[in-house]
């Protein structure tokens, strides 16, 4: 076996707890009173519906416009936007074209304290700004210069079917389009709305003809979604509240302090079983554990700045719950396949080297059939809506947080429990007070 420096477990172990106590319980500092923010932790993740309550609304156009279907279809994506980029993954939302409604539920804010349904859907009912900038981020065209859009197929391809958006400009809108367009030859000019990136395309040529085509890679859901966030920047109504309400949680707080406390509980017999059971390869495994915990956790509050935060419900918390035990699991099978190695003699270098290549495979082809299931959940029941259409929308929030905090799960299992723990377990092996098959899972001399 390859040795790994004796320091290289202290140095994982240590890393790897601070890690996991800052992704649990967040840092934070005060400036005077005003409390900064350094790592988001469990007390920042903003829980669904079914745990701790929300609201529900319906939004009308104002001033009584009647809507057409494509103009509540725009509508509906600004606002299915909007929640998404506010990391809301937990939401119904619907659109009613015969009454020109739009109903849409969604949970309290995660620092919520007045819970005033007023206060929370204003950020959604705003008229949406849609602009077009530059690389060097300047705004050179907003919404109300685009007379229209739709999603279209491009005839001159060949035998591929490809998907692109279609835009009429104004008058006014054509000639500042080909300014910008013949100023931007060859570099992207990016839509927005509001702050949510749409989409980047790369200008090819400049476009005179009062007419543009939007091509990428897009699906024909992916063309239509495009189509209709930009023209709902060009609405000619704003959205008002018809009606709104509160709705009550079905699981509560103390049912979630509980589920906690049952956790911790859990945890700690787990690490004890695994220490009193496989001894050193336990702790290490407990050491993994808790990294896994603090990755899972980290991929839901935003701990990671770059990547958006997410909505827990009680389906996400049975993902984690189900992956922790994967987890569990693949450093089990490590520490039984190093104890059947010393059966066969090896001395405790090798039974380690053996045991870990050993096991690798099973622990592979158990968590990539989760990993497929999980990406098949995000896909039909995330944001996307792919197949809601099919399973009904009211499940998609829900369902769609089972998947992601299991596929999370699982890669935080990769990471932790089958990269850290095998360094650290060769590592910690090198120490000659420790060198004894016994606490390695082989016999007692």
């Known amino acids: 076996m390859k040795r790994i420096p004796k320091p290289v477990f202290f140095i994982c172990a240590i890393l790897i707890l601070l890690f996991a106590a800052s992704a649990i319980f967040g840092v934070s500092y005060y400036d005077g009173d005003i409390s900064k923010t350094v790592f988001k932790g469990i007390d920042d993740i903003r829980w669904g519906i079914d745990i701790r309550g929300g609201v529900e609304a319906t939004f009308k156009p104002a001033d009584e416009v009647d809507a057409t279907d494509e103009q509540l279809d725009s509508a509906k994506s600004i606002i299915e936007t909007r929640m998404v980029s506010n990391g809301i993954t937990d939401y119904e939302l619907y659109a009613d074209y015969g009454s020109d409604r739009i109903i849409v539920r969604f949970p309290w804010k995660e620092d919520e304290t007045d819970f005033d349904p007023v206060a929370a859907i204003d950020e959604l009912a705003a008229t ?3 602009t077009f900038k530059n690389e060097s981020g300047e705004v050179v065209m907003d919404g109300s210069s685009v007379a229209s859009a739709q999603a279209g197929v491009n005839t001159e391809t060949g035998s591929a079917t490809e998907y692109l958006v279609l835009l009429d400009l104004t008058k006014e809108g054509s000639d500042i389009f080909a300014e910008a367009t013949a100023a931007n030859v060859g570099k992207t000019l990016s839509i927005y709305m509001d702050d949510t990136l749409l989409s980047s395309p790369t200008v090819n040529e400049a476009i005179t003809g009062g007419s543009a085509q939007i091509t990428g890679d897009f699906t024909a859901e992916e063309a239509t979604k495009l189509a209709n966030q930009i023209n709902g920047g060009a609405l000619p109504f704003s959205l008002e509240v018809a009606s709104y309400s509160s709705i009550s949680p079905t699981l509560g707080q103390n ?94 270098d090798g039974a380690i080297e053996n045991g870990t290549k050993n096991s690798l495979s099973a622990i592979i082809d158990g968590n990539m059939t989760v990993v497929i299931v999980s990406i098949i959940l995000l896909l039909v029941f995330g944001p996307s809506n792919i197949l809601s259409w099919l399973f009904g929308a009211s499940t998609t929030g829900t369902i769609y947080a089972f998947g992601y905090t299991l596929l999370m799960g699982v890669i935080s299992n990769f990471v932790m429990g089958v990269f850290f723990s095998r360094i650290m377990l060769k590592s910690i092996a090198g120490f000659k007070c420790l060198r004894k098959n016994f606490l390695f899972g082989g016999a007692k001399k």
């Open 255 to 348: 049912s979630l302090t509980a589920m906690a406390y049952a956790g911790v509980i859990a945890l700690i017999l787990i690490s004890l079983f695994m220490i009193i059971r496989y001894r050193v390869p336990g702790l290490v495994a407990v050491i993994a554990l808790l990294g896994q915990v603090g990755l899972s956790i980290a991929a839901i509050s935003r701990y990671f700045a770059p990547f958006d935060s997410f909505t827990m419900t009680l389906p996400g918390i049975a993902g984690i719950i189900l992956s922790i035990g994967m987890g569990v699991d693949a450093n089990i099978i490590t520490a039984e396949r190093i104890k059947d190695e010393f059966k066969t003699g090896k001395t405790l």
């Open 128 to 130: 949406a700004k849609l």
